[in-house]
């Protein structure tokens, strides 16, 4: 049932010991159910690197909507004041 499910994707790699499984090291593996797309399979390091994007991406959105608000000053003493350490 497996192999029906995921098509080709075990037959390439037992059928030259898992040689063409690296050679396509970087391209990703699109699973269809019914004919339609329904996951992909990607190199971990390609995976990586997208977290690593959604991530910076993020950060990018939380940084424009902080230039967005108008900056706040505190006096040192009055930070002092408010700031009590738990040491």
Same mark, same amino acid.
């Given at each position: 049932? /497996? %192999?029906?499910?995921?098509?080709?994707?075990?037959?390439?790699?037992?059928?030259?010991?898992?040689?063409?499984?690296?050679?396509?090291?970087?391209?990703?593996?699109?699973?269809? %159910? @019914?004919?339609?797309?329904?996951?992909?399979?990607?190199?971990?390091?390609?995976?990586?690197?997208?977290?690593?994007?959604?991530?910076?991406?993020?950060?990018?959105?939380?940084?424009?909507?902080? %230039?967005?608000?108008?900056?706040?000053?505190?006096? /040192?003493? @009055?930070?002092?004041?408010?700031?009590?350490?738990?040491?």
């Amino acid at each position: 049932m /497996l %192999r029906s499910y995921f098509g080709g994707i075990f037959e390439d790699g037992n059928q030259d010991g898992g040689k063409d499984m690296k050679a396509n090291k970087k391209k990703p593996e699109i699973i269809l %159910r @019914d004919g339609k797309p329904r996951a992909v399979i990607l190199d971990i390091e390609e995976y990586q690197e997208m977290l690593e994007r959604l991530e910076d991406a993020e950060d990018l959105r939380m940084l424009e909507e902080m %230039r967005r608000k108008p900056l706040k000053f505190k006096r /040192l003493e @009055d930070f002092l004041d408010e700031y009590s350490p738990s040491i």
